[in-house]
């Protein structure tokens, strides 16, 4: 089992960046896919992005792409999310994922952080 804990989110004017960490502990991190999600008021929960166990691979939700950037630290046993750009839709709980296996996927993950806000003002 692994423990999750986000940190990182705030407030944030429209263009702004943020850097989301969320750090992991117990079981061997890097044996785990690790993604980011959020979840707007009113809306479900969303893939955001993901990253393959050595960060060789990533993906990323279109509405993201080319503004976000999810790495990670297996030394440090910590997955980052790199938001630059931001826009009012990005304001959201964000939470970060782990899963086993290779792939990098948008569902079926196994273990899941108690989530950070971001918000966006514009």
């Known amino acids: 089992q692994v423990q999750l804990v986000e940190s990182g989110g705030g407030l944030v004017q429209a263009g702004g960046s943020l850097r989301l960490s969320c750090a992991a502990s117990?079981?061997?991190?890097?044996?785990?896919?690790m993604g980011w999600f959020r979840q707007a008021p009113g809306k479900e929960r969303e893939f955001v992005a993901g990253i393959t166990r050595s960060g060789g691979k990533t993906n990323y939700a279109d509405s993201v792409k080319g503004r976000f950037t999810i790495s990670r630290d297996n030394a440090k046993n910590t997955v980052y999310l790199q938001m630059n750009s931001l826009k009012s839709e990005d304001t959201a709980v964000y939470y970060c994922?782990?899963?086993?296996?290779?792939?990098?996927?948008?569902?079926?993950?196994?273990?899941w952080g108690q989530g950070t806000q971001v918000t966006v003002s514009s």
């Open positions: 994922a782990a899963r086993s296996g290779l792939a990098v996927v948008t569902t079926s993950y196994d273990y």
């Open positions: 117990g079981r061997t991190f890097s044996l785990y896919v």
